[in-house]
């Protein structure tokens, strides 16, 4: 089981990025999927997460209304459109797959993770 993030880059501040994940090995139509993010020297924390049918999101206090989380279930992917991005932005971004199918902003409910895709935000 693979899960494939992509997207990252280098953008100015107020820029837009989307990110993709695409997972492989297995189908996660079922399952919540969530984006965590990590900066240096930081703990990953939570950015969003979708539940199963997209019916359900989830957002961290920092990004709401900036970032939107959506999935495509018939190519097995989940992406994050991020708008008006800042340099506190900046960090690596991780796609995962939930336990479930509800949405949850604790890391250990995920028990596939992607490798991070690196989101760089400049002043």
């Known amino acids: 089981v693979q899960l494939q993030a992509s997207g990252g880059g280098l953008v100015q501040a107020g820029g837009s990025l989307r990110l993709s994940c695409i997972a492989s090995g297995r189908t996660f139509w079922n399952n919540a999927l969530g984006w965590f993010r990590q900066a240096p020297g930081t703990e990953r924390e939570f950015v969003a997460a979708?539940?199963?049918?997209?019916?359900?999101?989830q957002y961290a206090d920092s990004v709401k209304g900036r970032f939107t989380i959506s999935r495509d279930n018939s190519k097995n992917a989940v992406y994050l459109q991020m708008d008006s991005l800042n340099t506190e932005d900046t960090a690596d971004y991780y796609c995962?797959?939930?336990?479930?199918?509800?949405?949850?902003?604790?890391?250990?409910?995920?028990?596939?993770w992607g490798k991070g895709t690196l989101v760089t935000v400049s002043s």
């Open positions: 979708i539940s199963w049918n997209g019916g359900s999101t």
């Open positions: 995962a797959a939930g336990r479930s199918s509800s949405t949850s902003q604790n890391s250990n409910y995920y028990n596939y």
